[in-house]
């Protein structure tokens, strides 16, 4: 199911929105230790509480994150695609994924071994500044829209 | 006289005439609470063309009236097809109707979506649960005179996939080569391969010029202000987007007071708002 | 909708000719009062009720509140006795005019079930003939707000009613204690819309009125009245009456871009100052001649197969009134109290073309808590653009 690809990484990230203008430079370290994965329909791409050892930008097909609860049906309670990223929790401990996320349709993405990232981020306190300038408006806006879905506009 | 906007307003007859009998000819169950009503009036007497955005009263007798807009084609000859998700006790019993059954119609009211504003420029259609229904005869319109239009982009957000309104006919327009319907659900199970988050989540996806494009919104206010919000962060002018307001209404003529937003009678200045006029409105709570 | 039309023969006027000015003495109002039965009118006019002067059935003179004044401040009403026997000397009560015009339930439409549906029973319209005995300027121009209002939501009750109504001004002797009726340019000289307006003048140990006519339906109810010519010594006595009315006002409320004002400040600290005390008790909105929110219900008998379409009055302060999908748009008082002031004065504007309110300060006196909207109009004034600060905040 995974696949090491390390050919011609650095411009595929400098495709992907998240990582498009940052210095070419730290493009090219970030790249380092980066791979390609693919992922079949229906395959588990990350469990909850499993290490979270690895940040993914999505290039191609649907991503669904779900929340398991004991008595209910499995809940997605969202999607993500192309251009989208996954996961922050490899960044503050205790490392561990919060969400699973299974592959909807068939997806392509680049991972970002996590240890790798993380001494790289705290070697260039600069560039890790703006690597979390980045990150933090994909999280405010997941959490607003959450907010939004959470107001359950559509129900009674 | 001040202001910085003047609303068009629309007459229609008032509560003191009253409805006019309509048979049901047809009930179509769109969702566990929605249902799709198609009207006739009896005695074959003639129902009053309308324009895509535009709603009727319709009466239950013994009940009350609600406003439910016009969710069918104005082009279909001598009747009304109406989407009425159940509410309170007038949409209960008019979504109870069944075929030979009589509702009462009073109407057409409200001003309606703008289609000449769209003429040349690219069409970008948001809609929220049951705000589909009222932004479906413009769609028909648009599809009739689709040369006249550039890109047509439609997002469709519902509470779970069980409450997609149209369900059939959506996956027809999803055929199209001349439109782009993306559906997107708040939560989902295991059987749905599409979308689930916010409709202004799946905005990126949608292709259109923002400097000329119109946008045509409707559905819960939140999301209405979102969405607008989001289009004018990709540069589609404020005078551009299109939205359809919800007030208590009694009389929709603008008389009892009820469906007052700002200065404007959502009844008779709306239902229809061109966003810049409203949007210092849309601001304030409790408004 | 400037005149109205007695129930006679149809024919021309022969009464006296519109602006043209007659003394009645006092000893003669009866006759008045006769002329106008005779000619049709049901007279109402002003009557001292349950401690206040309401409007009612004047079927003789005696039912007005001759020798009674009143005393008002903002959640104040009183009676009290005048030293004279003044018939008009005291400012507005609770009731407005428009419990006639707009009555607080009407019935629009009955229907019974059928097999075909539905049969509707339109409702017969055949209102009396009403003379309104002692219409303040004010009321005028709350009246024309009303057919503005009424006009423009093509109401036929309201023009059919409206159309029968003879309106008997009186210029106001006396501001009372709340009124405002020169600050919103209403008053208190009459300056049109009626068919005739009175002055009463007391003085030198002489009562009488001055008679103007304000047009062919007014001249036409005084044939056989017993009237002289009036002097111009008596036409600027009567002037007189007025003008110390003009100079006396109990309030005042600053007018000057008061649509912007309050457009602009939705979320000024005194609105939530101003609904500590509001109890939404409505009181202000039954009160306010100008005041035209209705509801519409539906009511079944027992069988359910007859129904009858009622409107009735019905109040912004309402919880119900803004319900939306089961609960209301406005939860707060403080946005509906919000909601009431800007329409009146500010929306209205852009609704109708003129301020919804008249002066009349019906709304000080009767509100429970003695809010007084001119007061709260200045202190929005004084401060404009202020915010609530959030708690806590500041160095």
Known sequence: MNEN??????????????????????????????????FDPGALIVREGDPADEFLALFAGKVALEIIVPDRPRTTVQTLGPGDVLGWSWLFPPHRWRVDARAVKPTRAVGLAAGHLRSLLD??????YVFLLRLLPVIAQRLENTRVQLLDLHGR | MGGESSFAGSSGPPPSVAPVPFEVRR???????TVTLELRPKGGAAATRFRPGQFNMLYAFGVGEAAISISGDPEEPGGYRHTVRVAGRVSQALAEATPGGVVGVRGPYGTPWPLEEAVDRDVVIVAGGLGLPPLRPLLYELLRQRPRFGRLELIYGARTPKDLVFYDEIQHWRTRNDLRFQTTVDTAGRDWYGDVGLVTARLPDARFEPSKTVAFLCGPEIMMKLTAEALLARGVPPTAIWLSMERNMKCAVGLC??????????????????????????????? | MTTSNAPSDGSAADGPPVGSCHILERTDFPAFLTALGAAGYQVVGPTVRDGSIVYGEIREESDLPIGWTDRQDAGKYRLERRADAALFGYAVG???????????????????????GFAVVAEPSDPPARAFLGVRACELA????????FAAGGDAGYAARRARTLRIAVQCGQAGGTCFCVSMNTGPAVRGGHDLALTEVLSDGRHWFLVEVGSPAGGEVLRGVPLRPAANADRDRADGVVARTAASMGRRMETDGIRNLLLDNPE????????????????????????FCHTTEEVPDLTGDHVERWRRWDSCFNSGFSELHGSPVRKSTESRYRQWMTHKLSTWYDQFDSSGCVGCGRCITWCPVGIDITEEVGAIRATPGARAAPVGKGP
């Open chain 1, 5 to 38: 690809d390390s050919t011609a990484t650095e411009l595929r990230l400098a495709d992907h929105r998240f990582f498009r203008g940052l210095d070419p430079e730290f493009l090219a370290r970030l790249g380092e230790r980066s791979y390609t994965r693919t």
């Open chain 1, 123 to 128: 070697g260039r306190p600069a560039d890790g």
């Open chain 3, 94 to 116: 609770p009731h407005s005019w428009k419990k006639y015009l707009f009555p607080a339930h009407e019935r629009l439409w009955s229907a019974t079930r059928t097999d075909d």
């Open chain 2, 27 to 33: 009930t179509t169950s769109e969702t566990p609470d």
């Open chain 3, 142 to 149: 709350a009246i024309g707000i009303q057919d503005r209002v």
């Open chain 2, 257 to 287: 007071g009820h469906c007052q937003f700002g200065p404007a009678f959502v009844c008779r200045d709306g239902p229809v708002f061109r966003y810049s006029d409203v949007a210092r409105y849309l601001a304030i709570r409790e408004l």
């Open chain 3, 268 to 291: 000024h600290p005194r609105w939530a100052v101003v609904a500590e005390r509001c109890l939404a008790c409505a009181n202000c909105t039954l009160a306010c001649p100008t005041c």
